[in-house]
């Protein structure tokens, strides 16, 4: 999902957890994936992934962490790996198991159905005790986790709850995180029991953050935008809420309805007027609006007030993007790109950037990297011939397309032997 501001929530929100966790290799690199469903998951090489989902989800911003927290002691310890090298040793007592069978199936087709089905049962019973001893570590260790970084640890009982009860919303299929994090009551209530007897946290002081996002995603992910600006709308009359004022502002810029969304954000508090994420919707609104002029004014003060904040540098790119500067817009993507080399979406806007500057070059080299980071090898060698058939190419040009040819090739050959 490319949106700069609810990533660098979450992205922030890791990196608060990380320190406390059990990891000894932090280096982590967080997916936000724009899916409604509830899930999360972590995989070898530090990669956290979040469905966005999953934070319309959490009915608060500890809930939405303890889920982070839980990840995190997946990751440390092992636990991917360690069900790899558990099927790894399972499998030839598997596949002797299914040959006895058939086997027996040669003389008794009745016995031999019955000896299969008993070999893939106790194979499943396996993966299934295995994995809820996972489940369960990841739990302790991810409350302590919690503890540790003054979150309440009552917080993941709580979020496995809600997920659970929304399990009637999906008929016959329960949400995604359910699917690969079984919970069961027993579980709730053990997690529950764990809670109870760690060390009480102080609640932190409010702040608005966890609102704003929540309120950011619901916005995205509703396929009917019309009638959830309805709903803000009817409960900013009714409460005057600050998050339902918000709700107003970025359904009336998703649905055109510019006029309230510019009154919604008159009516936030001052308090959240000043916050960082509503001066960056607020430009989202003057793009809107095609006011240019103002968009580049706001975008530049944050820029000074906010240096190497990601979504600031990135909604300003866009704004020089947009307003016909894409030669402005070059060096605040590739700041970005510095500090985020797998940004997709920053690769990309580069390469639209330097096409309208007339870096053909340039055009050349950042397509070839999106391609390679999207996993597309066969247009990321055809982007490469193209590049190498430009004229009054220096040197160091040629040198750079030869080794991204080596990489996209090594690449390639790697994947073969994997697959």
């Not at 016909?324 to 590739?334: L, S």
């Amino acid at each position: 999902m490319q949106d700069p501001i609810t990533f660098h929530y979450l992205d922030e929100l890791l990196w608060d957890l990380a320190p406390h966790s059990q990891l000894t290799d932090r280096r982590l690199e967080l997916i936000v994936l724009d899916n409604p469903t509830f899930n999360a998951f972590a995989v070898p090489g530090g990669i956290i992934g979040v469905h966005a989902g999953l934070i319309t989800a959490a009915g608060s911003e500890d809930e939405l962490v303890s889920v982070l927290a839980h990840e995190l002691a997946h990751l440390s310890q092992r636990h991917y790996a360690q069900r790899i090298e558990e099927e790894r040793r399972n499998r030839p007592l598997v596949l002797a198991g299914v040959l006895a069978s058939i086997l027996i199936a040669a003389a008794d087709p009745q016995g031999g159905a019955a000896a299969l089905s008993g070999t893939i049962g106790a194979q499943a019973q396996a993966q299934l005790s295995f994995s809820r001893r996972n489940e369960e570590e990841a739990d302790r260790i991810g409350m302590q986790t919690l503890v540790a970084a003054n979150r309440d640890p009552k917080a993941m009982p709580m979020m496995f709850s809600r997920l659970q009860r929304s399990y009637r919303f999906y008929g016959q299929r329960p949400p995604e995180f359910l699917l690969s994090h079984p919970v069961t009551e027993a579980r709730i209530a053990d997690s529950l029991n764990r809670a109870e007897a760690l060390p009480t946290v102080t609640p932190r002081p409010y702040t608005p953050d966890f609102d704003l996002i929540r309120t950011r995603m619901e916005v995205h992910l509703s396929n009917q935008p019309g009638e959830i600006l309805q709903r803000f709308l009817a409960d900013s009359r009714e409460n005057s809420h600050a998050r339902s004022h918000y709700g107003v502002l970025l359904a009336g810029i998703r649905t055109g309805e510019l006029k309230l969304a510019r009154e919604a954000l008159a009516k936030l508090p001052s308090s959240w007027q000043q916050h960082l994420y509503v001066q960056l919707s607020g430009i989202e609104l003057l793009l809107a609006e095609h006011d240019y002029t103002e968009a580049q004014h706001q975008s530049s003060q944050l820029m000074d007030l906010y240096p190497g904040s990601l979504p600031v540098m990135k909604l300003h790119a866009r704004v020089m993007h947009e307003s016909g500067r894409p030669d402005r817009a070059i060096p605040v993507y590739r700041q970005v790109l510095q500090d985020y080399p797998t940004d997709v979406d920053s690769w990309y806007q580069l390469a639209e950037a330097e096409g309208l500057a007339g870096n053909i070059t340039g055009v050349h080299e950042a397509r070839i990297e999106y391609f390679l980071l999207t996993g597309n090898l066969d247009s990321a060698v055809q982007q490469i011939t193209f590049a190498k058939r430009e004229r009054n190419l220096r040197p160091a040009d040629i040198a750079r397309l030869e080794q991204l040819e080596a990489e996209t090739l090594e690449i390639r050959r790697q994947m073969k032997e994997d697959f």
